[in-house]
């Protein structure tokens, strides 16, 4: 039961290129999404969140992405770097303090 | 920047064995939270807790395993007789009222042999 899906496994981009990393989820329930970034042998550090009100949050070079209708999400980086190279993790919540429903995560690679 | 720290960072134990996993959440922070993550899986949702008490839990936290918060600091996880298959990275995460956004700790690597 995927109730949040990161359906590419992997992405490779050029360094000051766009990386844009995509996520679906069935529940309509969720109404905060957030993105999480993690290195191997560490926790995941928060990047950027959302809710269900918006459809468009920045954050520096972080830009993510709402489309309740599609109940589709995506994370923009902008532009990438060598140490944006990390597994991203989207999850969703509903009402904003229930538990974390984690996608499988996409490995970012950034080449130089 | 306040962070979630946890203890210990790998653990090895037998099948059969207890363990206690600790946390110290960020201190002004609310909601507290245990996750998993074995090999190659997702993230999942152990448990979570508010207000000194349990507030929901995944069907992984069955009987075996228990919580505290024993000091208004430390917040741990308890597991009474490992099994092999609890074998993961354990992850605390902790919470303020707004906004949600969840903080993680490093984690804690339990290998039960």
């Known amino acids: 039961d995927q109730q949040v899906k990161q359906n590419s496994p992997s992405l490779s981009v050029q360094e000051g290129r766009i990386s844009i990393l995509n996520c679906d989820y069935t529940?309509?329930?969720?109404?905060?999404f957030l993105w999480y970034k993690k290195y191997p042998a560490e926790g995941p550090t928060f990047l950027i969140s959302?809710?269900?009100?918006?459809d468009k949050n920045e954050d520096g070079r972080f830009t993510v992405f709402l489309n309740k209708s599609a109940k589709h999400l995506s994370l923009h980086i902008v532009p990438s770097q060598p140490g944006d190279s990390a597994v991203y993790f989207c999850?969703?919540?509903?009402?904003?303090?229930?538990?974390?429903?984690f996608g499988k995560g996409t490995r970012l690679s950034v080449i130089a | 920047e306040p962070e979630v720290t946890q203890t210990p960072s790998h653990q090895v134990t037998q099948m059969g064995q207890e363990v206690i996993l600790r946390c110290v959440p960020i201190s002004n922070h609310l909601y507290f939270y245990w996750y998993r993550q074995i090999l190659g899986q997702k993230v999942e949702f152990l448990v979570s807790f508010y207000n000194n008490e349990i507030s929901e839990k995944s069907e992984i936290f069955d009987d075996q395993f228990s919580v505290e918060r024993p000091d208004g600091s430390n917040f741990t996880l308890k597991i009474r007789s490992t099994k092999l298959e609890d074998s993961a990275m354990y992850f605390c995460?902790?919470?303020?009222?707004?906004?949600?956004?969840?903080?993680f700790g490093p984690g804690t690597r339990l290998t039960v042999t």
């Open positions: 959302i809710s269900s009100i918006k």
């Open positions: 995460a902790s919470m303020s009222e707004l906004p949600y956004e969840q903080y």
């Open positions: 999850a969703a919540s509903s009402l904003g303090n229930t538990p974390l429903v």
């Open positions: 529940n309509s329930m969720f109404d905060y």
